[in-house]
């Protein structure tokens, strides 16, 4: 599987369709982000859950932009997972607490940590899993809490092993969303079948994975700067850093990311039969 050359037709047709692919992923995701920005304890933790879905928008538009000869997007597509509400949210929520539980598994040294901050178990416990929970789709650095992490070098290590723990089971369940789509699976079904999937093609996924890295730590870079300098005067500055850092992630990351993956999975698919 060339890797470089799906990366090359993603680009082209995230260029192609640039104009069509902002507005719809902005819709998408700024309802995560305006989840990540209304944090509240509880409220946090549970919004998190039912925004599972909401995900799918970004694969049906990514679908129908490799499908489709002339696709025209509309909000239909970036809102399916409001719309099939229902059906979507088993295999989403089925698939995201998966690679949560177990990467929490690992996480373990740093939760004990962050109790040895907050020795009290109380409803900040379950805003931390929340924020945790809804940031594994959009994640907007916070330098100053990373920093308070990163001076100790078994929490490093214990970084980079949950890391490449939630990588690799991303890579197993990356094609759920699309079988889903596809297929008239359940959602255990729809895992099993991934898992069956992607045996061989784990290590081309993670090189399709690493492959965007570069373009993830000039995201980080940007968005974590801005909030540094803009974001911390006050709460409108910060909501305001927010959709900037939104766009940002759209046009440098997320946009061309979410069309490989599916040419990834579409390449794959073809293989197997």
């Known amino acids: 599987m060339d ?9 082209s047709l995230y260029i192609k369709y640039k104009s069509q692919i902002i507005p719809q992923f902005f819709y998408v995701g700024y309802i995560t982000l305006l989840a990540q920005y209304l944090q509240s304890g509880l409220f946090s933790f549970f919004v998190s859950l039912f925004l599972s879905p ?10 129908k932009l490799v499908d489709e000869e002339h696709p025209q997007l509309d909000y239909h597509d970036s809102m399916i997972g409001i719309f099939d509400f229902a059906r979507v949210l088993p295999a989403y929520f089925m698939r995201k607490f998966v690679i949560f539980f ?20 109380s409803v900040e ?15 907007i650095p916070d330098f100053a809490i990373m920093a308070l992490f990163f001076k100790s070098g078994w929490v490093v290590f214990n970084i980079i092993v949950c890391t490449s723990v939630y ?14 789509q596809s297929e008239d699976f359940s959602w255990s079904e729809c895992i099993q079948y991934s898992f069956q999937l992607m045996k061989g093609h784990i290590i081309d996924c993670i090189k399709l994975y690493f492959s965007y890295f570069i373009r993830n730590i000039a995201y980080w870079f940007l968005t974590g700067t801005i909030i540094i300098v803009i974001g911390r005067v006050n709460d409108i500055l910060m909501l305001f850093c927010f959709v900037y850092s939104l766009l940002i992630y759209i046009d440098i990351v997320k946009g061309r990311f979410e069309i490989a993956k599916y040419l990834f999975y579409k390449e794959m698919s073809e293989e197997s039969v």
């Open 3 to 11: 890797i470089t050359k799906i990366k090359r037709k993603a680009n």
């Open 54 to 63: 909401i995900g799918h928008g970004y694969v049906k538009c990514a679908m």
């Open 102 to 121: 177990v990467t929490l598994l690992f996480a373990l040294p740093l939760l004990l940590k962050f109790y040895h901050y907050s020795p009290e178990f």
């Open 125 to 139: 416990w379950f805003s931390f899993l929340g924020e945790m929970f809804i940031q594994m789709d959009l994640f």
């Open 167 to 180: 990588l690799l089971l991303s890579a197993f369940l990356m094609p759920v969303p699309y079988i889903m």
